[in-house]
């Protein structure tokens, strides 16, 4: 199994691809700390995984806040060990010209989509660092790497987590901490069940070369991959699973 014995915490885990990547971890031997805003998710994943065999703790957080990511780590030292595995992938993806959304919206995306990274990242890592190394795999996005009309907020707070992804890899290489960022496209989850089928089947065709929708499940499949030890000598590094779009420019 890649990743017996290892204790993995994942935010946003209650749906999407944070729930198919704790199904993942926890096929491959990891106990997992299920983190959500949603309570009630976080305790349905966590039964989930431990229906199938895991060990899995529920966790109800806000990860934009200190003192949340803090209670996240202590719990997660407390009951499962210190944290082998970190998996940032909490996020919200608002819509909105600079000069449509409010200071509210704005910050509130950062806050959710980067600012989480840097704080969870930040209380975990001494434990990682005491442990003898750990692994912190980020969630950001093509948009963070080329920005969408009409995604201001969220182009900005994932080119962010990309930087951020490789700084943590290059200030904490030498303690054996790898980190890296995952890059998705469109992938079919709720985060984006407010794109109505008509409009997600012509951006796709326009936009995307590969043919069909990318599952949380492929996603988990490269975070399950950049967690094990396979992944060793990979850190500061961008991978994306896009279908083909960031391969060139279309009209």
Not at 52 to 65: L, W
Not at 176 to 200: K, M, Q
Request: charged content about 20%; proline content about 3%.
């Amino acid at each position: 199994m890649k990743l017996r014995d290892k204790v993995a915490i994942v935010t946003g885990g209650g749906s999407g691809i944070g729930a198919a990547s704790c199904h993942a971890f926890a096929r491959e031997g990891a106990a997992l700390a299920v983190v959500n805003r949603s309570a009630t998710k976080a305790e349905a994943l966590a039964r989930a995984i431990e229906a199938e065999g895991g060990r899995a703790i529920a966790i109800s957080a806000d990860v934009s806040r200190n003192a949340d990511a803090q209670r996240i780590i202590d719990r997660t030292v407390a009951e499962l060990g210190p944290p082998d595995i970190l998996f940032n992938n909490a996020g919200i993806s608002p819509a909105g010209r600079i000069t449509d959304i409010s200071e509210a919206d704005w910050d509130e995306c950062l806050n959710i989509d980067l600012k989480s990274v840097f704080l969870a990242a930040r209380c975990a890592i001494p434990h990682m660092i005491a442990a003898g190394g750990g692994v912190i795999i980020n969630t950001a996005g093509t948009f963070g790497i080329r920005a969408a009309k009409n995604k201001a907020a969220y182009s900005v707070a994932k080119a962010g987590v990309i930087n951020l992804s490789r700084s943590i890899a290059l200030d904490y290489a030498r303690e054996n901490i790898r980190c890296n960022a995952i890059c998705p496209g469109y992938v079919d989850t709720a985060l984006n069940e407010g794109f109505p089928a008509a409009a997600r089947n012509a951006f796709l065709e326009r936009y995307q070369p590969l043919r069909g929708l990318i599952g949380a499940g492929e996603v988990a499949e490269m975070a399950l991959y950049l967690a094990s030890d396979a992944a060793k000598m990979i850190t500061g590094q961008v991978f994306v699973l896009d279908g083909g779009q960031q391969a060139g420019l279309y009209a």
